[in-house]
Structures are given as structure tokens and as C-alpha cells.
């Protein structure tokens, strides 16, 4: 690999976040909604190692999950040579860092938790009720989200100093003479 590739290998990484699972597949007519929206389906997997002694951790489950992804959003997918628990393989999705990804959860509630709520029932109640803490309120983020104006401004800025030293970069090193 040469300093241009690896230099476009960074520059991708930190403009997109790496999505691995397993891409669900509608039926032919069954579900052609998403697919002319151009959503398309994931069942998450998170890789810490990509060894066969450490697959990836896939949910399954009650804690099963799903992620929808904008088809536009995704700009480079494939296999990703890592495996679940199960040893199938994994796919990758790059994802740009400014989209949204859609999180689906299946969380089992009984009717009867449902209507203790009464008529306090919310989407913050009804998630108090699905938690493990059965705490009334969502959990609080730790961190604040990025303005949605910082990420594109960043990506102007990271191109224009790749665009302005790029020379320079890939020049080689001038070393000065030795001294006699």
C-alpha cells in the first residue's frame, strides 16, 4: 500500500462509521415499501476482535435490535472477512457520519405493565417499563449530539488543507547534506 491509498483510507474512516451484520432481505413484494424508500435492514453485530478465538457479538433475542440504514448514506459495503458466534460471515456497511441510522428495538412488554400505566401512558413510560432499571425516564445521554452544520463544515476543511498541502505531502523528504 502506498502513502495515497492509506492516506484515503483515513481520510473515509473519519468521515464514516463502519456498520457490521447481517442485511435482511424483503421478500419479492412482500415488503416493497422500504425498498423503493431505499431503506434497507440490518441486524447489527459489534467486532471488537475479528479472530475465530473472538467473533463478533451479534444480537439475538430479547436483545435483538434492528438498524435501518438510508440506501444514499451507505458508501462502500462488502464482506468484511470477520464471523458471528455462528460462524457466518459478516458484512460491512460505511456509513457517512452526517445520515441517521433508524434503531428498531423489540422489547417483549406483558399487557399487564401496559396498563398499570393507565393513562400515563408515553413512549418515556412505556420505555421505563422495558428497562432493566424500570426507571420512569430514558436514560440520559452522556454526550450532546454535533450541530448538524460541524461535520460538513469539518469535511470542507479537512479537503481544502488536503487540496492546498497534497504537494507537499507526497513529496519526497530533502534532507540536508552532511557536514564534512
Not at 502506498?2 to 413484494?29: C, I, M, P, W
Not at 463478533?56 to 440504514?69: A, S, V
Not at 432499571?133 to 479537512?158: F, M, R, T
Request: charged residues 25%; hydrophobic residues 40%; aromatic residues 10%.
Amino acid at each position: 500500500m502506498d502513502y495515497s491509498e492509506a492516506k484515503l483510507q483515513q481520510l473515509n474512516a473519519a468521515a464514516t462509521y463502519r456498520v457490521y451484520g447481517h442485511e435482511l432481505k424483503f421478500e419479492q413484494g412482500s415488503s416493497g415499501a422500504a425498498a423503493r424508500l431505499r431503506w434497507r435492514l440490518v441486524s447489527p453485530c459489534f467486532c471488537v476482535h475479528d479472530t475465530a478465538d473472538s467473533p463478533c457479538r451479534c444480537m439475538h433475542g430479547e436483545d435483538r435490535f434492528f438498524w435501518w440504514l438510508v440506501d444514499d448514506a451507505v458508501v462502500r459495503e462488502g464482506e468484511s472477512g470477520r464471523k458471528d458466534h455462528e460462524g457466518n460471515d459478516l458484512q460491512f456497511f460505511d456509513v457517512l457520519l452526517d445520515s441517521q441510522i433508524l434503531v428498531e428495538s423489540l422489547q417483549p412488554i406483558s399487557t399487564g405493565a401496559l396498563k398499570g400505566l393507565g393513562d400515563a401512558i408515553s413512549a418515556q413510560r412505556v420505555r421505563g417499563v422495558t428497562s432493566d432499571s424500570g426507571a420512569d425516564v430514558p436514560p440520559q445521554s452522556v454526550a450532546k449530539p454535533l450541530p448538524p452544520w460541524v461535520v460538513p463544515l469539518l469535511k470542507e476543511i479537512l479537503i481544502f488543507l488536503v487540496e492546498r498541502f497534497w504537494d507537499d505531502l507526497t513529496a519526497p523528504i530533502k534532507w540536508p547534506p552532511p557536514r564534512p
